[in-house]
């Protein structure tokens, strides 16, 4: 099946510093999105991106689906990005069937 | 506010007990998940349903049950014939549409095994 691999697995960041997770997956995918989980368990969702760029406010990712990786950027990264970050793609089209990777976990020092 | 209501947040167990863990939303999605997440792991999907009165099993479907009734709630039995429960189960949501299938979670709930 589709591994989906994630690094860093640690990342540890002064507050104002930038910084850029990868997310590497084996198969194509239609469905690709980003979260954020913060300490108290809580996910959201970032980015909805199978390809191309998107941004918002600090944070940007970039899908280039044809090399089979994505990327989320954090610029002027601030205390309140601690946490994990987790991409996540669908199997197949259509399935509903989406996987994890194993997730980044961001620490950012005040 | 619309959101996903999982009930209850802590929930302590014991041994041989079957519990269920309640999800509701009320975003008008299709779709609804249950996920396992162990601690410094990534989540693990136990089962989702598509649509009202259907449901398939996902990667770690053996000790659980599901049931579909409604289009809003999507509630997880934790049966006795799961070995190993104590986890973080997180339920979600989604529709598919132009944006594609974004998924939106609940803020979980701890179960642990006494």
């Known amino acids: 099946g589709i591994q989906v691999e994630q690094s860093p697995p640690d990342l540890i960041l002064q507050e104002g510093a930038n910084s850029t997770l990868r997310c590497n997956f084996s198969?194509?995918?239609?469905?690709l999105q980003w979260f954020h989980q913060n300490p108290w368990g809580q996910l959201i969702n970032l980015f909805y991106i199978p390809s191309g760029t998107k941004q918002n406010g600090r944070l940007s990712a970039t899908t280039v689906a044809t090399e089979r990786y994505s990327l989320l950027y954090i610029s002027s990264s601030q205390t309140t990005d601690s946490g994990v970050y987790f991409c996540?793609?669908?199997?197949?089209?259509?399935?509903?069937?989406?996987?994890f990777g194993t997730g980044t976990r961001l620490k950012v020092l005040a | 506010d619309g959101g996903i209501t999982q009930s209850p947040k802590y929930l302590f167990r014991k041994e041989g007990q079957n519990v269920t863990l309640s999800c509701e939303q009320n975003l008008n999605h299709d779709a609804m998940y249950w996920y396992r997440q162990d601690p410094g792991q990534g989540l693990r999907l136990i089962y989702y349903s598509q649509i009202v009165n259907d449901f398939q099993k996902g990667d770690i479907a053996e000790g659980y049950s599901v049931s579909r009734e409604k289009k809003e709630s999507f509630p997880l039995t934790v049966t006795s014939a799961q070995k190993n429960p104590t986890a973080f189960y997180l339920c979600?949501?989604?529709?598919?549409?132009?944006?594609?299938?974004?998924?939106?979670f609940g803020e979980g709930s701890w179960l642990t095994v006494v």
């Open positions: 198969d194509s995918v239609n469905n």
């Open positions: 996540a793609v669908e199997r197949g089209s259509g399935t509903y069937k989406y996987i």
């Open positions: 979600a949501s989604s529709t598919a549409g132009r944006s594609g299938n974004t998924i939106y």
